[in-house]
Structure formats: structure tokens, C-alpha cells
């Protein structure tokens, strides 16, 4: 069985991989690559959650040069060693791809590990070397957004720390243009792709909810758990909603949806089981005046 990602690696198309996942045993003979035309930083990320996840593959098909490029770029294949030992055939086919490497000042954050509460200031100390140029020159943010952006950054990179009971990643990048699932258009958008694959909301709660009742009362009710306090969606949400922009939360079998400055969501129980807490952020480029 081969284990075969889509043309576009977002939240709404990586549901379609982890469906794949449900009827498999873990096994692959090819994780196939070859299809992928463009990757946002939640479809990275899950990526390479879903490397770490499965028990076994014997080789890799890799994607065209340009999202080759893009992954390298990004540190997916660093990251990826971490967990397996690749063969010699792999990381000679990846080397071949490394030589010719250009820098990309769409990014505003590689792949990062985060596993303790130490990994999270180099994350914003790297945000802040970048948003006088790219926040603030290119996508018109005030100091006082730019504040607000490092904040989220900042919260969510903590949950992982204190609630996970795991590793996750998280990574920046603006791209050219995103549709949102409700078909809007963001030119320049910011994407924020913040993963864990720990314990996830219910757990969290100690199981007495539901992943969907976990969901409502973690992004909702914003409930604290009894050992580790609030999670700050209550924030998170207010501040993507200021934006006008998108925000998707899933966590084992559940998921949450908010897009628009009215803030409006659905919560949806009808999705394949992941272990953790996966979150997609769209933030729009503000017009200049």
C-alpha cells in the first residue's frame, strides 16, 4: 500500500490523508510526494507528523524541484531524521535537490520543534528579526498587530509545553494567495501552522468530554483544566476575528472553524481520529493607506 499525499497540502485536503490512515496498519511500500504543487505551513506540519506517525515505508517519491526546494528550505528532511533512519538511496536523491538551494523571504519561520517552554523564545526572537521587513513594510501591520501576532505565536507554542505531554511544531510563511474553505480569497495572506501530536483536548480535561464537547469547552467556554490552567482561545479567537481572517482547530476526532470579522463557527465531530492539537491561522494582508 502506498501512502499518496494531495496536490495541495492544507487543513481541508490533509483530512483526506488522514482518512487514508484509518484503514491502514502503519505500513507503506512509497510515501508519494510526486502530486504536491504547493504546501502551507499547517500541511507541513502535519507532514511531518504523519512521517513520525506511521510504523514503516521503504522509500520516498519526491515532489518536482520547486516543493522540493520548499521542504529543504523549510528543514522537513533535518526534522524527518530525526525520526528515521533514512537510506542512503533517500538522502542521496535529497542532496542532489540541496545544491541548489535559494533563500526565500516568504518565510517567516522554518519548521521549529517545540517541547519545553525554553524552545519558545527563540520562536519570537526569530519573528521579531523579520517583521520590521515583512509584518510591517510588505503586509502593513502597526506595532501594535505585530505585538498582537507575536502574543498568539507566543500562547500557542506554550500550550505545547504545558498541555501536550508531546513535541509539536510550528512554522510561518506568507504566501501568494489562499482560498479560505468558505471560498474567500486572501491576497498575501500570513499562514500560521501550529501541531502536536500529545494528549489532545480531552485528554486535557481528563476525558469527561467528548473530542467535540472538549472542543467547545477549550475554544468556546475557553474552561481551564484542573492541572494547567486556560489554553487562551478566547484571545486567539478575538484577535483572528479583528483580522477578518481564518482559524481551524481540530484535536482527536473533532474540529472547530471561524472565518470573517463576525467571528462565525461550526464545530464538526465527522472527521478521522488524530492524537493532539493541530491549528491552521490565515491572517489577511491589510490594505495600505
Excluded at 496498519?25 to 510526486?34: E, I, P, T
Aim: charged share 25%.
Amino acid at each position: 500500500m502506498d501512502l499518496i499525499f494531495p496536490e495541495y497540502l492544507n487543513s481541508k485536503e490533509m483530512e483526506k490523508v488522514l482518512f487514508s490512515l484509518q484503514g491502514s496498519d502503519g505500513n507503506f511500500n512509497v510515501v508519494d510526494l510526486s502530486k504536491i504543487n504547493f504546501i502551507f505551513p499547517y500541511g507541513l506540519n502535519m507532514l511531518l507528523h504523519i512521517m513520525e506517525e506511521i510504523e514503516a515505508f521503504n522509500t520516498i517519491k519526491f515532489p518536482n524541484e520547486k516543493i522540493m526546494s520548499y521542504l529543504i528550505r523549510m528543514g522537513f528532511f533535518e526534522k524527518l531524521k530525526e525520526s528515521w533512519d533514512l537510506t542512503e538511496e533517500i538522502l542521496y536523491d535529497i542532496s542532489l535537490h540541496e545544491r541548489g538551494i535559494n533563500s526565500d523571504n516568504k518565510t517567516l519561520l522554518e519548521l521549529t520543534r517545540i517541547s519545553h517552554f525554553s524552545h519558545v523564545f527563540p520562536v519570537l526572537h526569530t519573528i521579531e528579526e523579520k517583521v520590521s521587513s515583512i509584518l510591517k513594510e510588505q503586509l502593513h501591520y502597526t506595532s501594535q498587530e505585530i505585538k498582537k501576532f507575536k502574543d498568539i505565536l507566543d500562547e500557542l507554542c506554550q500550550n505545547i509545553s504545558r498541555h501536550s505531554k508531546s513535541h509539536g511544531y510550528v512554522s510561518v510563511q506568507y504566501v501568494p494567495y489562499y482560498f479560505t474553505q468558505n471560498r474567500i480569497k486572501y491576497n498575501w495572506p500570513v499562514k500560521i501552522g501550529i501541531t502536536d501530536c500529545g494528549i489532545g483536548f480531552a485528554e486535557t480535561y481528563d476525558n469527561v468530554f467528548s473530542d467535540k464537547e472538549a472542543i467547545y469547552q477549550a475554544v468556546i467556554e475557553n474552561k481551564s483544566s484542573k492541572s494547567k490552567g486556560g489554553m487562551g482561545f478566547k484571545y486567539i479567537k478575538s484577535y483572528v476575528s479583528e483580522f477578518g481572517g481564518e482559524l481551524f482547530i481540530r484535536s482527536g476526532g473533532a474540529s472547530y472553524y471561524q472565518d470573517g470579522k463576525k467571528g462565525n463557527y461550526e464545530i464538526n465531530s465527522d472527521i478521522s481520529f488524530f492524537k493532539g492539537c493541530q491549528i491552521d491561522i490565515t491572517l489577511p494582508t491589510k490594505l495600505s493607506s
